[in-house]
């Protein structure tokens, strides 16, 4: 059974730093992509930032600049280390895989990541 493992998050006060971890376990694949999303409250869930298997990066503008994806397509992780970061990126992150054969989409449980002003 294919499971999303995430780690990091947390609390932190706006310009600080946080790193988010995400490991696939149970596949025999390595990901077409991987990535984050996050929700806040009373938000949509949107994407923040993905990687492609062969490394290819997109963010989302309110991110751009701030915020670095890395992965490793081999051991199927990826980080997002999140920097300078503001009251309005607080929310739930959810890691997020895309795996062989079906292109099939798993999700990771979430993580808090709350910024204070």
């Known amino acids: 059974q294919v499971q999303l493992v995430e780690s990091g998050g947390g609390l932190v006060q706006a310009g600080g730093s946080l790193r988010l971890s995400c490991a696939v376990s149970?596949?025999?694949?390595?990901?077409?992509?991987m990535g984050w999303y996050r929700q806040g409250p009373g938000q949509q869930r949107e994407l923040v930032a993905s990687i492609t298997s062969r490394g290819t990066t997109n963010y989302a503008d309110s991110v751009k600049g701030r915020f670095t994806i890395t992965g490793e397509n081999a051991k199927n992780t990826v980080n997002l280390q999140m920097n300078s970061l503001k009251p309005e990126d607080t929310a739930v992150y959810y890691c997020?895989?895309?795996?062989?054969?079906?292109?099939?989409?798993?999700w990771g449980q979430g993580a808090q990541v709350t910024v204070s002003s």
């Open positions: 149970g596949s025999m694949f390595n990901f077409n992509v």
């Open positions: 997020n895989a895309v795996l062989p054969p079906r292109s099939t989409q798993y």
